[in-house]
């Protein structure tokens, strides 16, 4: 796989407690591509999301942004490289409304400038949330959610999107319609990492994929030559990786 | 009735100056999730910085005032920088026992220094009455004080409600992953909130500096004003602790009415337990943690 990632991971383990969570994990997202992360639930797909975004401390490896190593550096200071996330579970600031959300993603000072422009691009990408924009962010159903969390995480103009579980707990229709809207927002030039539990769609919608089990990468490579059954096998544990 | 009348006023009134003691101790519990058992020794610093600095700026208490909010803002942003900052991570009990430990701290220096006496700053407005009629009449310091704390009040909810920084503070208030994924730093975030918090605190301290006096020992009983006020008016609601206030002001001077003024205080936390058993959150408690 491609050297010259945007994000490397290298050997990264990550604790909770006397439980090793991630184990000696590498990967590399290069620049420009769809990447998928899949892994059943509690393989350490959050984790590692929250390892590499500096919400957990890693135990030992390095992360790597551009060059840069931003490992144990703070939130805030991830994100204003360049990298947003959006949440797993979608937690979007329930008791404000989703123009308050979606502003609250422009905070950072450059992006603070271009506001307007930022908002009318992410009602343009998700046209409910323009409807709903005074609404409190309580009120909306599942799939807005994802979407404002998805749109908050644009606004703040990142090179790499994280998408933590878009598909949970929704119906596939406004899954698919997410996923092509990402497919939009990768052909702006955005670099994208999915992270799923579904192996078909993460492989159909992604350039390259790796998969998780129990806090180790099992396989990785192009999307296109991983087989469909061979990354179920793995996921559920089938085969030698078990 | 014309005392009635007149109890009824007054405690209104006093309940302005309440709000201003509990607002910052309010802000602080609402966005941090820290109870600061040191905000009324901190408020009694700062009466002690404006008598001080008014005496040597030729008695001008504003000069004295605006000085003693500069000096309180930085004194706010070490305290939550260099101490509270480091234990807020480990949850919320080691930060309340850092910042008991600054209350000690606070209240033995200035009685060091100061002594045990009783002090006070000097106010303008001490003997003259605002409105002086058959039915009530109102001094003009304690109407000062409530329109002080009013717009206190009412300009702190509008930058939390309208402006980018307050809705920072309230991303920072619900979810600290969340807000810190938006790019905002959230310690960076408490160490402002710390520095308003004392701001308001040394609007309390100017004015039950001049309506009141106080000992260097004073810092405790206002606390427990501010508890009062904060625990009524609901945990972290702006808007709450000028209710809260007023419910607590106007509950002790109708206790004193009724009952004599030696259970004055005691009428007031009677009010304060029925209200809690009634609504535990306060009556307009909305901006809590999750």
Known sequence: MNDNGLLTVESLNVDYGDFRAIHDVSMCFPKGAIISVIGSNGAGKSTLLNAIMGVNKARSGRVFFEGDDITGLRTSSIVAKGISMSPEGSSVFENMSVYENLVLGAFLPGPRKKRDILLERAYELFPPLKEKAKQQATFLSGGQRQMLAIARALMSEPKLLICDEISLGLAPVVVSDIYSRITDVNETGVTVVLVEQEVKRSLDYSDYSYVLVKGRVVMGGLSDELDEKEVKDAYFGINQYA | ?290
């Open chain 2, 1 to 290: 009735m014309e005392l009635f009348v007149q109890s009824l006023v007054s405690g209104l009134l006093l309940g302005g100056l309440y709000a201003a003691v509990g607002v910052g101790l309010s802000l602080v519990f609402g966005i941090m999730g820290l109870t600061n058992i040191a905000h009324g020794c901190l408020m009694i610093l700062s009466s002690f910085f404006i008598m001080v600095f008014a005496r040597h700026m030729s008695g001008s208490v504003v000069a004295a005032f605006i000085l003693t909010v500069l000096v309180m803002c930085v004194i706010g942003a070490l305290l939550q920088g260099v101490l509270i900052n480091r234990v807020l991570a480990k949850g919320p009990e080691p930060a309340l026992l850092v910042t008991f430990g600054v209350a000690i701290v606070i209240w033995n220096v200035l009685q060091l220094i100061f002594g045990a006496d009783f002090k006070s700053i000097p106010s303008p407005m001490a003997s003259v009455n605002a409105v002086n009629t058959r039915w009530v009449v109102i001094s003009g310091e304690y109407l000062f004080n409530f329109a002080v704390s009013a717009a206190l009040i009412l300009v702190l909810h509008l930058v939390i409600q309208k402006t980018l920084f307050g809705r920072a503070i309230r991303a920072a208030a619900s979810n600290v992953v969340a807000a810190e994924l938006m790019g905002i730093n959230t310690g960076r975030t408490y160490i402002y909130i710390m520095c308003l918090a004392l701001a308001t605190g040394s609007v309390g301290g100017l004015l039950v500096g001049q309506t009141f006096g106080f000992y260097s020992y004073s810092g405790m009983s206002y606390l427990i004003i501010a508890f009062g006020v904060v625990v009524i008016g609901g945990m972290g609601s702006i808007i709450g602790t000028l209710l809260g206030g007023v419910i607590l002001g106007v509950a002790q001077l109708l206790g004193a009415y009724f009952f004599g003024s030696g259970v004055q205080i005691l009428v007031g936390y009677l009010t304060l337990l029925t209200l809690l058993t009634l609504r535990p959150r306060g009556l307009l408690g909305n901006m809590t943690r999750e």
